[in-house]
């Protein structure tokens, strides 16, 4: 595969209510809702148009979604397109997203699984299905070291979470309760005061002393270390292999029904985007931040962007098997009626473009289309 551009990464090579709650993704955005990005290098030169003229496709200005920052940026998905056209928006939360998703805005996103399970849950199975995966890890659990030493020392503790119900607050309701521990869902209330802390304001609450900690994706958690913060738990160490999915692919059933040929074409982007991002991480790292120093006017500092970056890891693999298992920890935490997910995955056309490589198939936990 050709290298990709590296003309803007040189300057930085050192640098709802219950039953179904309306969750957000794990949001941890820098730029507005539904921000659309510019197009420029989104065509192939002198490819062939596909079946639609434009792909829309939507995606979080997050480190977690390098897959979508680092391929749209580096024209990897483009390349693939031939002539259709790549339109990219950005979002700061995963129902706007599915919004947009659902309303025809965007035809592919890039989100967490909570929206993704609620997205489909809610339209009875009409709506979307998982097409591929993107991100796994990346949560940290982050403290202040003269106030917790160990984790027996949060009970009574104040811990943010991103928002009521998002993927991260399932997490850590769920592993308070393993602990034998009770707290209230709705209101955060109990043995640990669970407070819902915008990630965009959680460093300054943390740096005041308001919080004790949070339970946080990266950036987030790397910018609390910044502050003084200290790691007292990775949420990857909690899960089999010490994976679980983070950011997965999404497409509305419509435009997959209609245009197979561009959901194809933007798969092979995707995975081309994983293999060079695994194969270049440095050069992927800067890349990625790039991007977000165009989404937000903003690029991560070194002591933040380095160690969140460690902490994602690329796949094409959506880790099926672990979207259940937080699907399930929601109806456990009270936060969401049991969900019918049968049908949420469709992993055929991901798996014809991995067999074509040489990789191996992915699974979809019992949870494929047919």
């Not at 002393?209 to 910018?223: F, M, R």
């Not at 937000?296 to 970056?309: C, E, F, I, Q, R």
């Not at 672990?322 to 049908?343: I, M, R, Y």
Request: charged share 25%; glycine share 10%.
């Amino acid at each position: 595969m050709r290298a990709p551009r590296t003309t803007l990464r040189r300057g930085l090579a050192a640098a709802a209510a219950l039953p179904l709650l309306a969750v957000a993704a794990t949001a941890c955005g820098y730029g507005s809702e539904a921000k659309d990005d510019d197009a420029k290098s989104n065509v192939s030169a002198g490819g062939k148009k596909l079946s639609a003229d434009t792909v829309k496709i939507g995606y979080f200005p997050n480190l977690t979604h390098a897959t979508a920052l680092v391929g749209i940026q580096e024209g990897l998905i483009a390349k693939e397109l031939g002539g259709t056209t790549v339109k990219p928006s950005t979002f700061n939360a995963g129902p706007s997203e599915i919004e947009a998703l659902n309303a025809g805005s965007i035809d592919i996103g890039f989100i967490g699984p909570s929206p993704s399970i609620n997205g489909y849950a809610k339209s009875k199975g009409q709506s979307l299905r998982i097409i591929g995966g993107s991100a796994s890890g990346g949560v940290k659990l982050v403290v202040d070291p003269k106030k917790i030493k160990t984790l027996d020392d949060l009970k009574g503790k104040k811990i943010a979470t991103p928002q009521l119900g998002n993927t991260q607050d399932v997490a850590f309701l769920n592993w308070i309760s393993e602990k034998g521990w009770k707290v209230d869902a709705q209101s955060g209330k109990g043995d640990v005061s669970v407070v819902r802390s915008d990630n965009k304001v959680t460093p300054d609450a943390f740096k005041s002393g308001s919080l004790d900690g949070a339970w946080v994706p990266e950036p987030t958690a790397s910018k609390l270390v910044a502050e003084g913060g200290k790691v007292l738990l990775d949420e990857s160490t909690l899960w089999p292999d010490d994976k679980f999915v983070i950011t997965n692919i999404i497409v509305s059933q419509k435009f997959l029904s209609e245009h197979p040929d561009v959901v194809d074409a933007v798969l092979r982007g995707t995975v081309n985007t994983n293999k060079w991002i695994n194969a270049n991480p440095d050069e992927a790292k800067a890349s990625a931040n790039s991007a977000l120093e165009k989404l937000s006017g903003k690029a991560l500092p070194a002591d933040v962007l380095d160690p969140a970056w460690k902490s994602i890891q690329i796949t094409d693999d959506p880790l099926a098997a672990t979207l259940q298992a937080q699907a399930d920890h929601a109806v456990k935490a009270g936060l969401l009626e049991k969900p019918d997910l049968e049908g949420i995955y469709d992993l055929k056309p991901l798996n014809k473009i991995l067999e074509a490589e040489g990789q191996p198939a992915v699974a979809d936990a019992g949870l494929g289309a047919e």
